[in-house]
């Protein structure tokens, strides 16, 4: 199975938290760039060839119940909710059973905000964590499906009803739904899939994760101003993003790719790929907004590719009957355990706030490199008290976090240019914007955590894909 890379600030984001959850860290990405195309789609479009589109990223999550849909979901919302404001809570919905519903929806929505000083906005996130149970009921209205596709083109959308008739110009609407690998075989058929009604949603396998051994930590914060100047950025009027020159190679490898694979492919699954190249050209263009770019790079391309290809073979998987793939996560070492429960109390910790939770002895902890342990008495009966503490802390470093790769920490160079960066070209394109109250108290975090260490990485082959082609 392909490794797909988490790109960007959205990336890095969902990399610090993923420690802390009991969920596949690529359910958190991927709900996450959902919610993000939604939030910049009214105003954000992808142009290749002198046609521009939405860049509205459906998805779903198949994986068994209880494993971990619902915590990717809200792990999602936990990285995003602070940088866009109220979008989240005021744009989210969910029991769109019928074609006529959706419409409706939208064109309430509109006729709500027209006279706004924003204007009319008919952006909305669909989430539906019992997708089951909607595609039971839209069996019965075969509107819904042509409706479907229209509204993940960007098409007008219409309804004729005695009362009234609704239109929506340019929808924004995106589609987030969990389901079982076994209720999507059943509900989701190849007929469906031919029509173009269902080969638009970008499915993901989740694989499972181990049990932390502390649930108590809550979920480290996370600082949305880089997300946050990128939404005012991306809202603040209309853009269209494009392929830079040193990204048309690899989008041609691509779009062979999508054609290779889709003539091989047994007919049952090829017609679930079939906008293979398109889905990565969208997934693209989020990643760069993120950045505040209307430019896609080779970079960002790539790691676009690296995400729907991980759907293409997950989708491959599905329809041979598949479940979610065993995958382990490296568990947190002694010194990392210990390192957070220091952290949680300020940078010392008593024994017995130690060693209950990281199922060592005290002589094991005390031989651990750079803890310091020193013995305290309360008063002159009291009972001494051992204190561990880190060497050289100060107020504390922070937890262990996975390391971040090149593609976050700077531009790769252009085979047809010197290398920028990419500071400098986000603080020329960001617009100047004020930073978005949170819509709701913030729960009680785990402790800030230092910037992450550069890592080198070998420079990818200028075909990495040769292979499955």
């Not at 002198?50 to 119940?65: D, I, K």
């Not at 996130?125 to 229209?150: G, H, M, Q």
């Not at 219409?158 to 999507?184: F, G, M, Y």
């Not at 990281?358 to 204190?387: D, N, Q, W």
Request: aromatic share 6%; with cysteine.
């Amino acid at each position: 199975m392909s490794t797909p890379v988490l790109y960007g600030p959205i990336g890095r984001s969902v990399r610090k938290i993923s420690p802390y959850l009991e969920t596949d860290e690529l359910g958190v990405y991927v709900a996450a760039l959902s919610m993000w195309s939604a939030a910049i789609g009214g105003t954000v479009k992808v142009s290749s060839r002198g046609n521009a589109r939405p860049v509205l990223l459906w998805s779903a999550l198949v994986a068994g119940t209880g494993r971990g849909k619902g915590t990717a979901l809200r792990a999602a919302h936990h990285v995003l909710d602070k940088a866009l404001g109220r979008f989240l809570a005021t744009h989210t919905t969910s029991g769109i059973t019928s074609g006529a519903s959706m419409v409706n929806h939208l064109w309430e929505q509109q006729e709500a905000t027209v006279e706004t000083e924003h204007g009319r906005d008919v952006r909305a996130l669909v989430v539906e964590e019992e997708w089951s149970e909607v595609l039971r009921r839209v069996k019965r209205d075969p509107s819904f499906t042509t409706k479907l596709r229209a509204a993940w083109d960007g098409a007008t959308l219409r309804n004729t009803t005695k009362e009234e008739a609704q239109e929506v110009r340019d929808p924004a609407i995106v589609l987030h739904c969990h389901v079982t690998p076994s209720d999507w075989t059943k509900y989701v058929g190849e007929s469906e899939a031919a029509g173009g009604s269902y080969n638009r949603i970008l499915p993901f396998l989740l694989g499972s994760v181990p049990m932390l051994d502390d649930d108590r930590v809550s979920l480290p914060d996370i600082d949305g101003r880089e997300l946050s100047d990128a939404y005012g950025w991306a809202t603040a009027r209309a853009r269209v993003i494009t392929l830079s020159e040193d990204a048309r190679p690899l989008w041609r490898i691509v779009r062979r790719y999508a054609r290779i694979l889709g003539e091989t492919l047994p007919e049952g699954q090829a017609v679930f790929i079939e906008r293979t190249a398109e889905q990565t050209l969208r997934v693209a263009a989020c990643l760069a907004a993120s950045e505040c770019s209307e430019a896609i790079t080779e970079e960002t391309l790539s790691a676009a590719f690296t995400l729907v290809r991980r759907s293409v073979q997950d989708t491959v998987r599905i329809t041979k009957g598949a479940t979610s793939p065993k995958v382990n996560r490296q568990p947190l070492s002694l010194a990392d355990k210990v390192r957070a429960r220091i952290e949680m109390h300020g940078g010392r910790a008593t024994s017995s706030q130690v060693l209950p939770y990281v199922g060592a002895s005290a002589s094991e902890v005390k031989a651990l490199p750079g803890v310091v342990v020193t013995v305290e008495r309360s008063g002159k009966t009291g009972r001494p008290a051992t204190v561990f503490t880190f060497r050289g802390d100060t107020s504390g470093d922070s937890v262990p976090q996975p390391a971040s790769t090149d593609s976050d920490q700077k531009r790769s160079t252009s085979r047809y240019g010197e290398a920028q960066p990419a500071s400098a070209e986000r603080e020329e394109n960001r617009a100047q914007v004020v930073s978005l109250d949170a819509y709701r108290p913030a729960p009680k975090q785990a402790p800030k955590s230092a910037p992450e260490p550069k890592r080198t990485e070998p420079h990818a082959d200028p075909n990495p894909f040769r292979a499955l082609l």
